[in-house]
């Protein structure tokens, strides 16, 4: 029988055993296969859905759903905790158990480390995991005005546009609560300009400027002093705030540093096409788990579920793997409470930004109510 474990219960492993499960259904049925999938969690969160949280525009109950409702029913489903991969024995031991494999797929995630700036944890905010979106969102409740600072504190991390995303809704939301003349909003990125990619501040930056919202690049975060409300910068800058949103530093998987795969970031060093562990045969890595140079966002693990799961259908036949992952990234961009653009590129195709619409506002709306479908492997 080949072992097929998949690590991680995010979109990307759960897309990558439900598209690949279908692919190899008689195996399975015939005891030729397993496919396990192993997660720290029984429940799967729609992260993407913390940036409607904080402004009470989803409830904690439309972004989780139970792990074994998500998954095709041929999938061993493992509840557990991954402390170590031992690649050179074709084995993840778990704080339970240990499990055997002939292929391993990592879809392990990224994590904040807001530990890594001192005085963060005291006194900022951020919305990229549950329980900081659920913090934020009472702050914001309670906000009278006053300055509100922004800040990306280190790439990569998950959802690149969020941060600008952030801004613009935090713009409306002031206005419509009468506190838009009350407040300031100053977006900081760390190189020097206000994102990574031309196409997208050259039309990002006039809209700011048309919204009053205030930027600084070269902005490197090395301390929060939170008695006294102040950024401290790598730069020798000083920025005082009343709210502080921040973007924290990400880091791969605590398993993956501690099982000696990751680089000095715990990124999975992956070949851009094929998605290989570099120097593994039996090892695929996809999502953010990665080191590629494509967004960690949601899109990007579903385009390379797709890839995976063809080349492991592929590899349990004894056919030659040949699918191979092209860059593909999608991403809706919020403008404002009502209105919103969207962005697709790739390796060989740099992003063109449409002029924002409510049209693709509510598209994304309705997306964020059809993701469980997305999950599912049906949308």
């Not at 003349?181 to 990574?196: A, M, Q, V």
Request: aromatic share 12%.
């Amino acid at each position: 029988m080949k072992r097929i474990v998949i690590l991680g219960g995010g979109v990307a492993g759960t897309l990558t055993a439900n598209y690949l499960v279908p692919k190899i259904r008689g195996e399975i049925r015939d005891g030729n296969v397993e496919v396990t999938l192993i997660t720290d969690r029984p429940y799967q969160v729609y992260e993407p859905g913390f940036l409607y949280l904080i402004f009470n525009r989803l409830g904690e109950a439309e972004l989780k759903r139970d792990i074994r409702e998500l998954l095709d029913p041929a999938v061993n489903i493992v509840i557990d905790r991954a402390t170590k991969i031992e690649a050179e024995n074709n084995r993840v031991v778990t704080e339970n158990g240990v499990y055997d494999y002939d292929y391993l797929v990592i879809a392990t995630g990224a994590r904040v480390v807001p530990e890594e700036i001192p005085g963060l944890k005291e006194g900022g905010h951020w919305f990229y995991n549950f329980e900081g979106a659920v913090r934020l969102r009472e702050a914001l409740a309670k906000f009278t005005g006053g300055k509100v600072v922004v800040s990306v504190m280190g790439v990569p991390h998950k959802c690149p546009v969020a941060p600008m995303e952030v801004s613009f809704i935090l713009h409306d939301f002031l206005k419509r609560r009468n506190l838009r003349d009350k407040s300031e909003i100053l977006y900081t990125y760390p190189i020097n300009k206000i994102f990574t990619m031309d196409p997208v501040v050259e039309m990002i930056q006039p809209m700011f400027d048309e919204r009053g919202i205030q930027y600084k690049t070269f902005f490197n975060p090395l301390e929060v002093d939170a008695k006294n409300k102040k950024i401290i910068t790598l730069e020798g800058e000083e920025e005082s705030y009343d709210l502080l949103i921040a973007i924290p530093p990400h880091r791969g998987a605590k398993v993956v540093e501690d099982s000696g795969l990751g680089d000095k970031g715990g990124w999975v060093p992956t070949d851009r096409y094929t998605l290989k562990v570099e120097g593994y045969e039996n090892m695929y890595a996809l999502g953010d788990a990665t080191n590629l140079p494509v967004s960690k966002a949601g899109s990007v693990a579903h385009f390379q579920a797709e890839v995976v799961a063809e080349n492991l259908a592929a590899e349990i036949e004894g056919i030659e793997p040949t699918a191979m992952f092209n860059g593909k990234a999608f991403c809706f961009i919020e403008t404002g409470w009502e209105e919103a653009t969207y962005i697709w590129f790739d390796y060989y195709t740099p992003p063109q930004p449409v002029m924002p619409s409510k049209f693709v506002h509510f598209v994304k709306m309705a997306y964020n109510k059809a993701y469980w479908l997305t999950a599912r492997g049906l949308l």
